[in-house]
């Protein structure tokens, strides 16, 4: 098993590209589907949750070829409808192929998705909005049987901005016949990246960043390439390790605006940032100063960072509190925090943290994708060394954490347990 060793207490500093974005290119990889053809997704993240969804359109037919950070998919060979059970059981995402795959081939059939373990994660919204067009869902168990002689255009109103629902019923309206209309859609920068992958395929919609979205469903499709952008939680992750480390850091290739929400917690803890079109410049000096955040939907403070802030509270100088407003069970990390000295109780969904400094560094367990990030970063605060378990929830999302921020200048290594 793969274990991460840390030294820490040393400052970062540097400059690098991200990655390409996870929560934007695993809808993209799904959205493929619509189009019988060839579709080309540049900057692709080489991290298991893209490995998992490769596996998922090669078993429903489609051809896929990564090289490098380019992923080219013939979908002309797609012919199954139903999502292997072990590799939808392994992520969130695989519920992202209801939409598709009732427009091309008008069935489908999932199990349940897995995914973080940070709450109860129903797909009722996702459920609702394809019935509402058209389709006919039965689930038993585990499994999600879904069926559609053809979509039709509807006019839906989700009640929660639901990433994955609004994601879901995007790609179903781009196949269905007629009008959609979405209100209350999710505003997340992966829904935005989502529409204009759609659009390079010839869709049209409009509305695209609002939380109003028209599709004109039904329209022919065609061969495209599509670039996504860096991804802003990977820098979120790095920006908090800056904060709780002190240096200067510049990433490229992320959208600044797609930062929002992050900005406000990272000027909270004293760090000054600069950016430009996609490039973030930031520099920290001395602790990070206490802070008061609540997530929420975008453009609030972004729920995937909840966790490396709590790790940065960790060390703060004062009294911070941090809510969790969107996963009822995000605030596993507090647990593995407090093992090396942070002073945290949680109460009512929210998080009390008494910073203190530098943390004890130890053995610690990673039990979801962004609290292990947020175990590397309270790492690399502590005095003695740290020994992170469970890689194989950080690989998920992050391409090479290790490497990343060892050219950061910190003396972090990926072993051999
Ligand atoms: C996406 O998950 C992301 N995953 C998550 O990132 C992210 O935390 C989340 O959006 C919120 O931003 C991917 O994009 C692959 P939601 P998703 O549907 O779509 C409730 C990471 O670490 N809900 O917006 O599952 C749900 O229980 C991951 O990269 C329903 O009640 O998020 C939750 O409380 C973790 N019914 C809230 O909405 C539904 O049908 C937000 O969920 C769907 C969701």
């Known amino acids: 098993m793969s274990v991460i060793r840390i030294q820490g207490m040393r400052s970062l500093q540097g400059e690098m590209e991200i990655q390409g974005s996870k929560n934007a290119v695993l809808p993209v990889m799904a959205a493929a589907l619509l189009h019988e053809g060839r579709i080309v997704i540049k900057n692709i993240p080489r991290i298991q949750d893209v490995f998992c969804m490769i596996e998922i359109l090669e078993a429903l037919g489609c051809g896929c070829r990564l090289e490098g950070h380019e992923l080219a998919i013939d979908t002309r060979g797609l012919c199954k409808s139903q999502v292997p059970d072990e590799a939808g059981g392994r992520m969130r995402s695989s519920i992202m192929l209801l939409g598709p795959l009732l427009g091309r081939l008008h069935q489908a059939e999932t199990c349940y998705p897995g995914g973080c373990v940070i709450g ?82 010839g869709a049209r919609i409009e509305g695209i960043g609002s939380s109003f979205l028209t599709v004109y469903g039904g329209r022919k499709l065609h061969d ?33 605006t797609h930062m929002a929400g992050t900005w406000e917690a990272l000027r909270q803890t004293g760090c000054v940032c600069e950016f430009g079109p996609d490039r973030i410049c930031a520099r920290m000096d001395g602790r990070p100063q206490p802070v008061n955040l609540s997530t929420g939907p975008y453009p609030e403070f972004p729920t995937d960072l909840q966790s490396v802030m709590l790790a940065v509270a960790s060390v703060a100088e004062g009294y911070s509190q941090i809510q969790e407003n969107i996963f009822e069970e995000r605030f596993a990390t507090a647990e593995e925090l407090k093992k090396i000295g942070a002073h945290i109780t949680i109460e009512g969904g929210s998080a009390y943290v008494m910073g203190s400094y530098p943390l004890a560094g130890g053995e610690l367990w990673a039990s979801d994708l962004r609290g292990g990030a947020a175990l590397v970063v309270a790492g690399l605060a502590s005095e003695n060394e740290s020994r992170i378990h469970g890689y194989s929830y950080i690989s998920r999302g992050y391409e090479d954490i290790c490497g990343d921020l060892t050219a950061l200048g910190a003396r972090i290594a990926l072993e051999e347990d």
């Open 224 to 256: 495209c390439e599509f670039t996504v952008p860096g991804d802003r939680i990977v820098a979120g992750t790095y920006l908090g390790a800056l904060a709780a480390t002190g240096g200067e850091l510049c990433l490229r290739g992320v959208p600044a």
């Open 120 to 201: 109860r994660r129903p797909i009722d919204l996702h459920l609702a909005a394809l019935q509402q067009m058209g389709a006919e869902i039965c689930s038993e168990g585990e499994t999600i049987q879904a069926f559609a002689g053809n979509l039709q255009g509807a006019k839906l109103s989700l009640p929660f901005p639901s990433v994955g629902a609004t994601e879901n019923a995007l790609m179903a309206a781009v196949a269905a016949r007629g009008i959609t209309c979405i209100r209350g859609a999710a505003r997340e920068p992966e829904i935005e990246v989502l529409c204009r992958f759609c659009e390079s395929m």
